[in-house]
Structure formats: C-alpha cells, structure tokens
Antibody
Framework: QVQLVQSGTEVKKPGASVIVSCKASGYSFSRHALHWVRQAPGQRPEWMGWIIPGNGNTKYSQKFQGRVTIVSDTSATTAYMDLSSLRSEDTAVYYC????????????WGQGTLVTVSS | EIVLTQSPGTLSLSPGEGATLSCRASQSVSGSYLAWYQQKPGHAPRLLIYGASSRATGIPDRFSGSGSGTDFTLTINRLEPEDFAVYSCLQYGTLPLTFGGGTKVEIK
C-alpha cells in the first residue's frame, strides 16, 4: 500500500533552515509528483510546491519562491523540502502528499512533521 | 489566487443525523477540480471526494459531493461516530492550489 513516512519534529531558531524528508513506498516513486503542504496553528493549509521525481522538475508557490527548495532521491524513494530563513510564522505542521496524476490532486499524505521556530 | 470559503465553521450534530457542508470559491474552479478531505487530530488528511463528486477508493457511499463553478457541497448521510472530524476542500485546477478554512463536525 502507498505509504509516505516523514522525518520527526524539528525545533529551529529564527534565521535557520530546516529540511524535512518524506520516504515513499508502495508505488512507482518516479511516476508521481510529490507535493508539500503546510498548516500553521489555526490556519488553513498552504500549498508550497511540488517535485516530479522522475525528472526533477519543480514548481513552487510564489509565496515561498526563493526560500523553499524541493529535491528528490529516486534511489532512496525520498523527497526533501528545505525551507530557509525561518521565522516564527513558519511554525507549522509540514506534510508531503502524493499526486495521483489527475490534474494536481493529492491522494495519499504523510503523517506530518511539526516544525517549531522559536528563539 | 482562488479563495475557498467553507461554511459553517462548526456543525454540532448527533450520530445518525445528516450533514451538509459548503465550499464557495472566489472564482470558478477549473474543470470542477474540487476535492474534499477529512482530518482527525494527529492524523494525515484522508481524501474523500475528487472532481467535485467522485468518491475516492474505499470511501463509504454515505459521503457524496456535488456542485460546479463556484459552489460545492459535501453531504454526509447518517453520521457515524468515526465521521466527527474536520473537513476541508481543495481546489486543484489552478495554481496556486488552495484550501478552504475547514468545517468541524462535532458531536452535539
């Protein structure tokens, strides 16, 4: 079955960077894009961007352009989201989600990774 | 970007009752690319409905979706105890992808 397992909780200081990983299994990793979505406390989810592991193509939300980098390692069936210049407003749960190939529909999600930014 | 407004914010209902949740878009959703998710505390979102009205694999038929353009509805018939959760809509037809603010269905 499709599984996305993310790395654990992170606590970072303002100005630092964080890398969250997403290990995929149960499907052909290269053939499905992987999205990253975050949800801050009390806020609606925000789409950050995606990567197509098969060719490395990425697309980022304008809101995060310049601060987010998404990469993938097909041999490890793992995607990584790197968010830099962290500020307190970046405190959120970060999710990876598989694109099922119908437009940009996200079907399976990881369990989420809490990133706390605090001095 | 397309702003999705969900209403009501909270629905207080008893098991066995029906629920009607609304998701309204600030502009027409391309191709009716509107999905609904269920989320419980500490769990990943679960896809319920895609394409406005198609049930995802394994989703019981008490869940149904309808709508087009800017107005979409999720209907839950005969609420089961496990249906009490937060429901969010997502439009995936236009970048950036955007989510609604969620409707919490709580036990009355």
């Amino acid at each position: 079955q499709v599984q996305l397992v993310q790395s654990g909780t992170e606590v970072k200081k303002p100005g630092a960077s964080v890398i969250v990983s997403c290990k995929a299994s149960g499907y052909s990793f290269s053939r499905h894009a992987l999205h990253w979505v975050r949800q801050a406390p009390g806020q609606r989810p925000e789409w950050m961007g995606w990567i197509i592991p098969g060719n490395g193509n990425t697309k980022y939300s304008q809101k995060f352009q310049g601060r987010v980098t998404i990469v993938s390692d097909t041999s490890a069936t793992t995607a990584y989201m790197d968010l830099s210049s962290l500020r307190s407003e970046d405190t959120a749960v970060y999710y990876c989600a598989r694109d099922n190939g119908l437009q940009w529909l996200m079907d399976y999600w990881g369990q989420g990774t809490l990133v706390t930014v605090s001095s | 970007e397309i702003v999705l407004t969900q209403s009501p914010g909270t629905l207080s209902l008893s098991p066995g009752e029906g629920a009607t949740l609304s998701c309204r878009a600030s502009q027409s959703v391309s191709g009716s690319y509107l999905a609904w998710y269920q989320q419980k505390p500490g769990h990943a979102p679960r896809l319920l409905i895609y394409g406005a009205s198609s049930r995802a694999t394994g989703i019981p038929d008490r869940f149904s979706g309808s709508g087009s353009g800017t107005d979409f509805t999720l209907t839950i018939n005969r609420l089961e105890p496990e249906d009490f959760a937060v429901y969010s809509c997502l439009q995936y037809g236009t970048l950036p992808l955007t989510f609604g603010g969620g409707t919490k269905v709580e036990i009355k």
